[in-house]
């Protein structure tokens, strides 16, 4: 299945245009609360009591009548920085956390597999009760195996309609191309 998800990276035109196929960029920093300033979430998501990032208090920070030139209050730990403050002991535990939970994305390992394209008959092997089936058969071991990750099954439906639409596009460009090989014939 991981080979289905890596040949979408290989696609290098779609209608004549050239495209290049990226995975999604995310950030590897802990997402932090903007309203309650904690670490996990961001502000759409809160149902938490407002926190403001500069003196701990509970209201909004734009409502904050904190002076300029007073020190700030840290809501986490209690010392004399924002908030939002990077180098905060409880923000560097959490980003550690965040570091040893990360998996590498698929996208780093696509040096060590090359894509390839699946043929059109290696797809019709499997009849439809099987593709649609929880389990599928295998038949090198004529036996059933473990079901689908949900990602395995995304990963095919997708490959499925990246297949049909490029086929749907292959015939609509063969056409195209004698429509105007008829038209320029008659004249």
Known sequence: MRT???YIYSIKAILGCKVEVQPIKTS???PQCKRCQAYGHTPKYCSKEPRCVKCTGKYLTPDCKKPAEEK???VHCGEAH???YRGCIVAKEMQKLKNKSIKK?????LEQVAPKRPSTQDMREKTYAQVTAKTHYSKSDNSIN???SNLDVKLDEIFKLMSSFDGRLQRREIGTKQSFTKKSDKK
Do not use: T
């Not at 994305?105 to 390992?109: C, E, H, I, V």
């Open 28 to 30: 590897k920093l802990v």
């Open 82 to 84: 924002p908030a939002n």
């Open 105 to 109: 994305p698929l996208a780093n390992n």
């Open 72 to 74: 700030s209050k840290c």
């Open 4 to 6: 289905l998800a890596k």
């Open 146 to 148: 473990q079901p689908h």
